[in-house]
């Protein structure tokens, strides 16, 4: 079959021209700002292949000055490792005014994306849905599965129940990466202007935990490219409508997009049953509130349209998971909104003079009564005021074994088992991992491996980060050996305390166990960050004065030895993305069966 390319519902784009396509500025009704679209489409069209396919697909850069490339997001690549489109590590990027045709296999079936891995481009506008649909034997058995859960006839429409969630910025993001790779960002002077000692950084705001949330403002959220600004009126803007017939069963698929911030979605009037998370099915979770998305993590859920009220439109909601200082349990309002419709595939889109009509109508949800339910939370509970419950990710159970061969050891030598500790560190507080920041190569590893080794400044694993030197601003590469099971423990302790989503390119893993830090138990709080992995900085002064002994840039075992015990079988959930708790780690087990340099990144 041919792959399908679904445009966007009531903005087609047949050319190119300003009069068919999406205006750039009018995502949120306020932005005008430089934009990336792909086909002339924010987000670009949603790519549908079956699964096994052999998928081709031509990308032509039509940017005056910066090289692209285009990650499939979820997608192993196996035996295809140069088709995985990061720029200067699978591949060099695609100059402008330049094609590059990329070609791989449709596996493994799932809820995908596919954007920009060079530069800041994605949160640009250079991304889209890619969905791997299952073929027709194993859908048969998958939905005979989901009936021994109760899960009944169901509706399969990407092309019109597929949501994807950005965070969109004031300013173009390369602008926005410059500026928090340096000095920070600065809100109480002009867009552009130099700041002076006298001002005073932006300071971070606070999740439900306490952990910090975004370096930046958060400005206005989208979905599916369309979305409000608050300082606009619901009038002059637009939102996307996702349209379902009252008596039916259907399947939505989820993408978070984000640059910065996880969102908390849901739909006004209705609980959703989680079906999938990051390609992979799981035990159905039913009477769900939220869902918790944070970048790169995509969830499919079923949606059971019985029309509450007899209302036509309910309201879509992507809460940021920000609280008012001191309101542990007050959001702070930001959000990306969307309408579900009642009605039929061809109704018109919703004009926006009914807007605020529906929104005040539309059923709140309330959780002081009964008690809501959140999967996915990036911490071990809300505070207790809140009344949320948590399905955290290692409570998810497969719905389909993983066969034996693709099933890791519980236990592996200490070789087999590396630590990453995710925070910020160096001049402006940059992004690092092990106190080392990273610089892309002058050449692409996996094409030109002896440029690569001749010409690369690979980071030295064995010298010490803390305090940061320009030795620590490197290529950082780890080895590991092939057909093995292997261990990664990604933690984000030390000195700051936020939550990071972490991506690995070429493989799924297991989710083998998460700790927590220590929080108070009435405010959920975090008091302490968990202490159970030894970080060699703790005695760093006694050779070098200026270190900070608080800091983890030296992550080398577990306190007691051994470490947690946990056990990992055919159910265990498995992902490409997971979320690190603030204050704590993950430990994810996988197969080292696809050779390649695969890249790793919050």
Request: aromatic content about 10%.
């Amino acid at each position: 079959g041919e792959l399908q390319s679904v445009r966007n519902k009531g903005f087609p784009c047949e050319d190119l021209s300003a009069a068919n396509c999406i205006d750039a500025h009018f995502v949120d009704g306020k932005t005008f700002r430089l934009a990336i679209a792909v086909n002339g489409l924010i987000p670009g069209p949603t790519l549908i292949a079956n699964e096994g396919q052999e998928v081709t697909i031509n990308v032509e850069n039509r940017l005056a000055s910066e090289g692209i490339s285009v990650h499939w997001h979820g997608i192993h690549q196996m035996n295809t490792p140069w088709m995985d489109g990061v720029g200067l590590v699978t591949q060099c990027p695609i100059n402008p005014q330049s094609s590059f045709r990329y070609s791989f296999k449709a596996t493994p079936s799932g809820t995908f994306w596919y954007h920009s891995h060079t530069g800041a481009q994605r949160t640009d506008g250079l991304f889209g849905a890619l969905i791997i649909r299952e073929n027709s034997s194993r859908e048969e058995t998958i939905r005979q599965e989901l009936n021994r859960f109760g899960i009944g006839q169901f509706e399969d429409l990407p092309n019109q129940h597929t949501l994807t969630l950005l965070d969109w910025q004031q300013e173009a993001s390369l602008d926005l990466f410059t500026q928090l790779s340096t000095s920070g960002f600065y809100t109480d002077i002009p867009i552009g202007q130099v700041p002076n000692p006298d001002d005073t950084p932006y300071g971070a705001t606070k999740s439900y935990d306490g952990g910090d949330v975004g370096p930046v403002p958060y400005f206005s959220g989208i979905i599916n490219g369309l979305g409000r600004h608050i300082d606009v009126p619901y009038i002059q803007t637009r939102l996307s409508n996702f349209t379902v017939e009252n008596g039916m069963m259907y399947r939505f698929r989820l993408i978070g997009a984000q640059g910065v911030y996880a969102y908390k979605f849901s739909i006004d009037g209705h609980k959703l049953i989680v079906l999938a998370t990051d390609g992979f099915l799981v035990e159905p979770v039913c009477e769900v509130d939220y869902i918790i998305i944070h970048t790169g993590e995509r969830y499919d859920f079923l949606l059971n349209a019985t029309q509450p009220g007899d209302l036509e439109n309910y309201w879509i909601t992507a809460e940021t998971l920000e609280v008012e200082p001191g309101q542990n349990c007050q959001s702070m309002g930001h959000v990306a909104e969307a309408i579900l419709h009642y009605g039929q595939p061809d109704d018109p889109p919703i004009s926006s003079l009914e807007y605020e009509a529906i929104k005040t109508n539309s059923p709140t949800r309330q959780c002081e009564d009964d008690g809501c339910k959140a999967v996915n939370c990036p911490f071990e509970y809300f505070p207790r005021s809140c009344n949320i419950n948590c399905t955290n990710i290692d409570q998810l159970r497969l719905l389909e074994e993983t066969p034996s061969d693709n099933i890791p050891n519980n236990v592996v030598p200490a070789e087999h088992r590396i630590f990453f500790n995710f925070n910020f560190e160096g001049l402006g507080e940059g992004s690092s991992i092990n106190g080392r920041k990273f610089i892309l190569p002058p050449a692409p590893p996996q094409t030109q491996p002896t440029d690569f080794m001749e010409q690369a400044e690979q980071c030295d694993i064995e010298k010490s980060c803390n305090p940061h030197t320009s030795d620590c601003t490197c290529v950082h590469v780890r080895s590991i050996p092939y057909k093995e099971t292997i261990q990664f423990i990604f933690s984000s302790i030390g000195k700051s305390a936020n939550s990071h989503p972490i991506h690995l390119h070429g493989h799924s893993f297991q989710v083998a166990h998460i700790g927590y830090p220590e929080y108070n138990e009435t405010t959920g709080m975090i008091q302490e960050h968990n202490r159970e992995i030894k970080c060699n900085d703790m005695d760093c002064r006694a050779t070098d004065s200026e270190c900070v002994p608080e800091r983890c840039t030296q992550p080398t075992g577990w306190v007691n030895g051994n470490g947690p015990t946990f056990s990992i079988n055919n159910k265990t959930v498995r992902k490409d993305t997971v979320i690190v708790p603030a204050g704590g780690y993950v430990i994810i087990s996988f197969i080292s069966d696809n050779p390649g340099y695969w890249f790793l990144h919050c």
